[in-house]
Protein backbone atom coordinates (compact mmCIF):
# COMPACT_ATOMS: atom_id res chain seq x y z
CA UNK A 1 0.00 0.00 0.00
CA UNK A 2 1.21 3.27 -0.51
CA UNK A 3 1.93 5.30 2.90
CA UNK A 4 0.81 8.73 1.51
CA UNK A 5 -2.63 7.47 1.04
CA UNK A 6 -3.31 6.55 4.92
CA UNK A 7 -2.56 8.79 7.98
CA UNK A 8 -1.30 6.83 10.83
CA UNK A 9 -3.19 7.36 14.36
CA UNK A 10 -1.72 5.05 16.68
CA UNK A 11 -1.78 1.90 15.39
CA UNK A 12 -4.36 1.72 13.12
CA UNK A 13 -3.87 2.95 9.55
CA UNK A 14 -6.79 5.69 8.76
CA UNK A 15 -7.66 6.78 5.14
CA UNK A 16 -6.46 10.12 4.18
CA UNK A 17 -9.70 12.06 2.65
CA UNK A 18 -8.90 15.21 0.47
CA UNK A 19 -8.79 18.40 2.36
CA UNK A 20 -11.84 19.51 0.50
CA UNK A 21 -13.66 16.16 1.24
CA UNK A 22 -13.07 16.76 4.88
CA UNK A 23 -13.90 20.51 5.07
CA UNK A 24 -17.39 19.10 3.57
CA UNK A 25 -17.65 16.37 6.19
CA UNK A 26 -17.08 19.24 8.98
CA UNK A 27 -19.46 21.56 7.35
CA UNK A 28 -22.14 19.16 7.49
CA UNK A 29 -21.57 18.06 10.77
CA UNK A 30 -21.20 21.61 12.11
CA UNK A 31 -24.29 22.12 9.89
CA UNK A 32 -26.01 18.99 11.53
CA UNK A 33 -25.36 19.78 15.04
CA UNK A 34 -26.74 23.46 14.77
CA UNK A 35 -29.91 22.24 13.65
CA UNK A 36 -30.20 19.55 16.41
CA UNK A 37 -29.43 22.46 18.72
CA UNK A 38 -32.25 24.13 17.06
CA UNK A 39 -34.90 21.53 17.04
CA UNK A 40 -33.96 21.06 20.99
CA UNK A 41 -34.73 24.57 22.17
CA UNK A 42 -37.44 24.50 20.02
CA UNK A 43 -36.54 27.60 18.07
CA UNK A 44 -39.60 28.73 15.55
CA UNK A 45 -40.33 25.70 12.68
CA UNK A 46 -39.69 28.39 9.60
CA UNK A 47 -36.47 29.38 11.23
CA UNK A 48 -34.73 25.82 11.41
CA UNK A 49 -36.76 24.44 8.18
CA UNK A 50 -34.78 27.71 6.38
CA UNK A 51 -31.37 26.46 8.23
CA UNK A 52 -32.14 22.54 6.94
CA UNK A 53 -32.29 24.43 3.63
CA UNK A 54 -29.24 26.54 3.24
CA UNK A 55 -27.38 23.39 4.72
CA UNK A 56 -28.43 21.31 1.69
CA UNK A 57 -28.31 24.42 -1.10
CA UNK A 58 -24.49 24.50 0.73
CA UNK A 59 -23.81 20.84 0.64
CA UNK A 60 -24.82 20.10 -3.07
CA UNK A 61 -23.94 23.71 -4.64
CA UNK A 62 -25.74 25.42 -6.93
CA UNK A 63 -29.23 24.73 -5.85
CA UNK A 64 -32.15 26.44 -4.07
CA UNK A 65 -34.37 24.11 -1.75
CA UNK A 66 -37.88 24.97 -0.16
CA UNK A 67 -39.65 23.30 2.24
CA UNK A 68 -43.33 23.84 1.89
CA UNK A 69 -45.50 23.10 5.54
CA UNK A 70 -48.62 21.56 4.64
CA UNK A 71 -52.01 23.14 4.46
CA UNK A 72 -50.03 25.34 1.41
CA UNK A 73 -52.16 26.19 -1.71
CA UNK A 74 -50.81 24.15 -4.30
CA UNK A 75 -51.16 27.15 -6.43
CA UNK A 76 -48.59 28.74 -4.43
CA UNK A 77 -46.45 25.85 -5.23
CA UNK A 78 -47.52 26.15 -8.84
CA UNK A 79 -46.41 29.57 -9.03
CA UNK A 80 -42.92 29.04 -7.46
CA UNK A 81 -42.60 26.74 -10.32
CA UNK A 82 -43.26 29.00 -12.60
CA UNK A 83 -41.35 31.68 -11.23
CA UNK A 84 -38.15 29.23 -11.04
CA UNK A 85 -38.23 28.47 -14.84
CA UNK A 86 -38.10 32.00 -15.42
CA UNK A 87 -34.99 32.20 -14.06
CA UNK A 88 -33.68 29.22 -15.65
CA UNK A 89 -34.07 26.78 -13.17
CA UNK A 90 -34.70 23.22 -13.62
CA UNK A 91 -36.53 20.81 -10.84
CA UNK A 92 -33.81 18.94 -8.85
CA UNK A 93 -36.06 17.19 -6.39
CA UNK A 94 -39.62 17.29 -5.06
CA UNK A 95 -40.53 14.81 -2.23
CA UNK A 96 -42.91 14.87 0.59
CA UNK A 97 -41.64 14.89 4.06
CA UNK A 98 -43.25 12.21 6.12
CA UNK A 99 -43.68 11.61 10.04
CA UNK A 100 -42.91 8.30 11.82
CA UNK A 101 -46.56 7.02 11.27
CA UNK A 102 -46.56 8.03 7.71
CA UNK A 103 -48.61 11.16 7.84
CA UNK A 104 -46.90 13.73 5.15
CA UNK A 105 -45.84 16.89 7.03
CA UNK A 106 -44.48 19.10 4.19
CA UNK A 107 -42.50 18.63 0.85
CA UNK A 108 -39.62 19.26 -0.44
CA UNK A 109 -38.82 20.79 -3.73
CA UNK A 110 -35.30 21.77 -4.90
CA UNK A 111 -34.34 23.49 -8.00
CA UNK A 112 -31.16 23.57 -9.87
CA UNK A 113 -29.17 25.97 -12.49
CA UNK A 114 -28.87 22.67 -14.96
CA UNK A 115 -30.96 20.12 -16.07
CA UNK A 116 -30.23 17.03 -13.98
CA UNK A 117 -30.39 14.47 -11.59
CA UNK A 118 -29.77 13.98 -7.72
CA UNK A 119 -26.59 11.41 -7.43
CA UNK A 120 -26.77 8.67 -4.89
CA UNK A 121 -24.59 10.71 -2.58
CA UNK A 122 -26.81 13.82 -3.21
CA UNK A 123 -30.18 11.99 -2.33
CA UNK A 124 -28.54 10.57 0.96
CA UNK A 125 -28.11 14.23 1.65
CA UNK A 126 -31.55 14.99 0.67
CA UNK A 127 -32.80 11.99 2.70
CA UNK A 128 -30.99 13.43 5.95
CA UNK A 129 -32.96 16.66 5.56
CA UNK A 130 -36.06 15.54 4.98
CA UNK A 131 -35.49 13.64 7.97
CA UNK A 132 -34.45 16.67 9.80
CA UNK A 133 -37.35 18.96 8.48
CA UNK A 134 -39.83 16.07 10.39
CA UNK A 135 -38.16 15.62 13.35
CA UNK A 136 -38.44 20.10 13.78
CA UNK A 137 -42.06 19.73 12.07
CA UNK A 138 -42.85 16.77 14.86
CA UNK A 139 -41.03 18.40 17.82
CA UNK A 140 -43.36 21.37 17.22
CA UNK A 141 -46.74 19.15 16.82
CA UNK A 142 -45.74 17.40 20.50
CA UNK A 143 -45.06 20.28 22.34
CA UNK A 144 -48.89 21.17 21.07
CA UNK A 145 -47.97 24.44 19.27
CA UNK A 146 -46.99 26.40 22.33
CA UNK A 147 -45.91 29.73 21.69
CA UNK A 148 -41.89 30.09 21.19
CA UNK A 149 -41.46 31.33 25.14
CA UNK A 150 -39.03 28.27 25.71
CA UNK A 151 -41.39 27.22 28.73
CA UNK A 152 -44.49 25.40 28.54
CA UNK A 153 -47.80 26.63 29.80
CA UNK A 154 -49.24 25.73 33.41
CA UNK A 155 -45.88 24.39 34.39
CA UNK A 156 -45.47 23.70 38.23
CA UNK A 157 -42.63 26.39 39.54
CA UNK A 158 -40.23 24.38 41.43
CA UNK A 159 -38.10 26.26 44.30
CA UNK A 160 -39.01 29.57 45.84
CA UNK A 161 -40.13 32.40 43.70
CA UNK A 162 -37.71 35.31 43.35
CA UNK A 163 -39.22 38.40 44.68
CA UNK A 164 -38.34 41.84 43.80
CA UNK A 165 -37.24 43.91 46.14
CA UNK A 166 -39.46 46.87 47.77
CA UNK A 167 -36.84 48.71 47.56
CA UNK A 168 -33.64 49.19 45.70
CA UNK A 169 -30.76 51.55 48.07
Known sequence: MDDQSFRHRGNRPMPMMPHHIEGRVQYLLAAEEQILRSIALRAPVPQILNEICTALDRQIGNTVSLISLPGGDVTDTAQIARNAALFGL???????????????????????????????????LIERAACLAATAMECDTKAGHQSNDRMPEKRPTQGNALRWPDSIN
Open 90 to 124: HIFYSGGIFGECGEELGSLEMYCCAARDASSHELQ
